[in-house]
């Protein structure tokens, strides 16, 4: 299971690349940019913290499945992920989708009643697509997961 191995410490480089772009995403370039936003726009400044909120609870969500699938690769690397216990984590990136695509939703309404190019509606709804297709393939994914954890018990049980 070398590739197994490779694969898994490729990938949590990558979740720890990312975990920390998304904490510096939320701590200093949101909260900068809105901010300069307000300066630059004053008649839209009431969106400064509103904007700045719901973009902080958004990377909150990437964090969550970022810190879940990590947990999920270390049941990988012990041979454990065929089990009850990883059903928590997948459970978690499952919810953080749906939080997040939300949050989205409700972003995405507001903008669009309010709209006044075709553009920015276009691109959220294509965002909200495709929020919706990744959280239907994690459902789907869970379901395997729970098909092949009752299959393994089942062989455990046998053996």
Same mark, same amino acid.
């Given at each position: 299971?070398? &590739?197994?191995? @490779?694969?898994?410490?490729?990938?949590? &480089? *990558?979740?720890?690349?990312?975990?920390?772009?998304? @904490?510096?995403?939320? *701590?200093?370039?949101?909260?900068?940019?809105?901010?300069?936003?307000?300066? =630059?726009?004053? =008649?839209?400044?009431?969106?400064?913290?509103?904007?700045?909120?719901?973009?902080?609870? =958004?990377?909150?969500? @990437?964090?969550?499945?970022?810190?879940?699938?990590?947990?999920?690769?270390? %049941? +990988?690397?012990? $041979?454990?992920?065929?089990?009850?216990?990883?059903?928590?984590? #997948? $459970?978690?990136? %499952?919810?953080? &989708?749906?939080?997040?695509?939300?949050?989205?939703? +409700?972003?995405?309404?507001?903008?669009?009643?309010?709209? $006044?190019?075709?553009?920015?509606?276009?691109?959220?709804?294509?965002?909200?697509?495709?929020?919706?297709?990744?959280?239907? +393939? +994690? @459902? #789907?994914?869970?379901?395997?997961?729970?098909?092949?954890?009752?299959?393994?018990? $089942? %062989? =455990?049980?046998?053996?």
């Amino acid at each position: 299971m070398k &590739i197994n191995r @490779v694969a898994v410490t490729a990938l949590r &480089i *990558v979740l720890v690349g990312a975990f920390l772009l998304l @904490v510096l995403f939320q *701590v200093m370039s949101l909260p900068g940019q809105f901010a300069h936003m307000a300066a =630059e726009n004053p =008649e839209r400044a009431y969106l400064q913290w509103p904007l700045t909120i719901f973009g902080v609870l =958004e990377v909150a969500c @990437v964090q969550v499945v970022v810190v879940s699938t990590w947990k999920l690769l270390t %049941m +990988v690397k012990q $041979d454990r992920i065929f089990s009850r216990r990883a059903f928590v984590w #997948v $459970d978690a990136i %499952m919810w953080a &989708i749906a939080a997040a695509w939300t949050m989205l939703a +409700v972003f995405s309404a507001i903008v669009v009643l309010n709209a $006044d190019d075709p553009g920015v509606p276009l691109l959220l709804i294509l965002m909200l697509a495709a929020g919706a297709a990744v959280g239907l +393939v +994690v @459902v #789907v994914l869970r379901a395997l997961l729970r098909q092949a954890a009752d299959l393994r018990s $089942d %062989m =455990e049980a046998v053996i």
